[in-house]
């Protein structure tokens, strides 16, 4: 004869200890009970556990019994709740319903932001499934740690008017002083790879327009013409060239110091680190100066998967039988000039700078291996294990064994850039051509990323380069290779394949020369 199904809800509660959710679960196994739905909280010690299971009419009243007497064992409060088929089966119906991830966040979370939250999902029909706090635990002096807060809510449900719902949250986000994020959840929002900011105002804390209006005397100006922008009583666009035209003749060396001295919203070095460190891709739409936005970009140290391309266009090379040495910079970690400028030692900041070249050298070296090619460290300055102390001839015996050598630390010397670095290098280890890759396709006759009027060199002599005051290179570096007559190319190394191409004596970049 077939049993009768029960459905029956256990609540347990009390002080939280190890071994609660095993010996009771443990009792539910040994009578063959089937979980249907499992959830546990705890919140200060205290233990908030559900489990919803079925069983036959013939061990339920055993199983309760066992139950009752663990949780009596174990100082646990237990209560048991009969659900019918007809409750469960429509409960089970609602999983069909859209459910939606509600995050708040802000400095912190009181009982009035979260009251004003729910106060909506109930107004747009929505059922909280759960609440989970994402941030750590609160210590009670506020102080002792730079206060950030933040809970999840996942909801259920068909919003009534999901646009009505949206706009409530952003004018709470501003009459509260926290963030909303209404997201619906399905397998995109748990997929996603790719982070897209905004630059202004939210990877950095300013403006740049009015930061560059500010060095041009027209601050106030163009911040007037900003706020009405923003509040649409004038078209973004024509907004934005009467901006513009507010900042003729500013010098654009001020841009540079602009962008070293960004200030940068908080918490955003960590948020890059950790987005890189989880595979995800990043990006900038931004309405601003590409300028600013390639600095970002250059700003957050290696990129893994640029280390990847980099180390595959190498090989390309590599393959053909090209002997290569390779000069790296250090920059986007640490630039030695520029942290003089702000209060370093130079010498100091220039062995930083040496040291961050080193760290770049071992990435592209790892890179390289994992691409199948045999790569050797060299370095300026002592420092075995980590790479082998440079000399000319080690260099040449390594690149004729078919190995890609890796010259980092400059010159071993402060006050010498890369570019010297490189051009050195070059000419000792008697290179035929130097190879120069930039983020750019070529040189220019001005900045391209600055001046949208430069035109592009396919070539251009020394003699030239020097006259016109191009920086190519530092002009120690252009002068060494002027003298010991070293070809240079210079091309968009950023451009998957380009390597190749210039190997391939295709028409690529531009190509400096006596």
Known sequence: ??????????????????????????????????????????????????????????????????????????????????????????????????????????????????????????????????????????????????????????????????????????????????????????????????????MDSTLIETEVIDELAIRAGVGEQVKAITESAMRGEIDFCESFKERVKLLKGLDVSVMEDIAQNLPITEGVDHLMEVLKTAGFKIAILSGGFTYFGNYLKKKYGIDEKRLGEYAQQIKEIHEMGVQIGIVIGGGNIFRGLSGAGKGFDRVKGDQMGMLATVINSLGLSSALVAAGVKARVLTAIRMEPIGEFYTKWKAIEAMENGEVVIMSAGTGNPFFTTDTGSSLRGIEIEADVMLKGTRVDGIYTADPEKDPTATKFDEITYDEVLARGLKVMDLTATCMCKENSLPIIVFDMDTVGNLKKVMSGENIGTLVHN
């Open 1 to 198: 004869m077939n049993q009768k199904t029960e459905i029956i809800l256990i609540n347990i509660s009390g002080e939280d200890k190890p071994g609660v959710t095993s010996a009771l679960t443990e009792i539910l196994a040994r009578y063959d009970a089937f979980i249907l739905d499992i959830g546990q909280a705890d919140i200060h010690h205290t233990l908030s556990l559900g489990i919803l299971f079925k069983t036959t009419g013939d061990k339920a009243g055993d199983i309760m019994k066992d139950l009752l007497f663990k949780a009596y064992e174990l100082d646990v409060n237990i209560r048991f709740s009969p659900i019918s088929e007809k409750e469960y089966n429509s409960w089970v119906g609602l999983q069909g319903k859209n459910r939606y991830i509600i995050t708040i966040l802000g400095r912190q979370i009181t009982a009035r932001q979260i009251a004003a939250v729910t106060s909506i999902v109930a107004e747009q029909g929505l059922n909280i499934d759960g609440i989970q706090r994402l941030t750590g635990r609160i210590p009670l002096d506020e102080n002792s740690r730079s206060t950030k807060s933040c809970i999840e809510l996942s909801v259920r449900g068909t919003p009534k008017d999901k646009d009505d719902m949206q706009s409530s949250f952003m004018q709470l986000s501003t009459d509260l002083e926290m963030d909303i994020s209404l997201q619906q959840d399905n397998m995109f929002r748990r997929c996603r790879r790719l982070i897209c900011f905004d």
